[in-house]
């Protein structure tokens, strides 16, 4: 089974504060990504990457960025944590390719900025 | 630009029928992919069930199948003999042509009532 792991459940930071979200997934996976989810809003894509030291802007990446420096882990960071970034985080990795290639997510992160 | 909308925010079912939840999309793209995820209040999401633009057959998952009608870019979720445990959070997204990331809908929160 596939299995991505985030370094915490639950978070709690103050404003402009920087802030690490670590995501590892164990499956050699190309593609991982990071999501935030809002209620009514569904999940937004952040950030994503393809490859080590690759990554692409989503929909929503201002106020954040992204490492990736070995295949299997992928960083979130919020530079100055501000409240409106108050949300559940979520990681994910898939293969690339066509067909299903679905991805498999981790159990997010609810982190509260006060 | 991919779109996707869930327009049913809650919905209820009685234990042991089934229930259909709604997803529309919208994409120029003669290539993609329809995805259900299942989220339990425990927040992690859990892939259901696949559909290719190109496939012939509707997709089935066990109790889970998805109602594909191209012409009218709906993909929607059937869930026969529903349980308890089905109780949760669905969310209907898509990847477009040669996308790597998911385009998610809103989500629609499920009920089964006992």
């Known amino acids: 089974d596939v299995k991505v792991t985030q370094s915490s459940r639950y978070l709690v930071k103050r404003t402009g504060e920087k802030v690490f979200l670590e995501c590892v997934q164990d499956m050699d996976h190309e593609n991982m990504f990071w999501y935030r989810q809002d209620p009514g809003l569904g999940l937004r894509l952040i950030y994503f990457s393809y490859d080590v030291k690759m990554k692409e802007k989503g929909d929503i990446p201002e106020g954040y960025s992204v490492s990736r420096e070995k295949k299997e882990r992928f960083s979130l960071i919020l530079e100055s944590a501000s409240t409106n970034q108050t949300s559940m985080y979520l990681c994910?990795?898939?293969?690339?390719?066509?067909?299903?290639?679905?991805?498999?997510f981790g159990p997010g992160t609810r982190l509260t900025v006060t | 630009a991919q779109k996707i909308t869930q327009t049913q925010p809650g919905m209820f079912v009685q234990e042991k029928e089934a229930v259909t939840l709604d997803c529309t999309y919208d994409?120029?793209?003669?290539?993609?992919?329809l995805f259900w995820y299942k989220q339990p209040s425990s927040g992690e999401m859990i892939f259901l069930i696949y559909?290719?633009?190109?496939?012939?057959q509707n997709a089935t998952e066990g109790r889970y199948s998805l109602n594909f009608q191209k012409a009218r870019k709906s993909a929607n979720l059937v869930i026969s003999a529903s349980q308890l445990g089905d109780s949760a959070m669905y969310f209907c997204a898509m990847r477009s042509g040669s996308a790597r990331q998911l385009t998610f809908g809103s989500g629609t929160q499920l009920t089964v009532l006992p």
């Open positions: 559909q290719g633009s190109y496939d012939q």
């Open positions: 994409t120029s793209d003669p290539s993609y992919g």
């Open positions: 994910a990795s898939s293969i690339p390719g066509q067909g299903a290639g679905e991805q498999y």
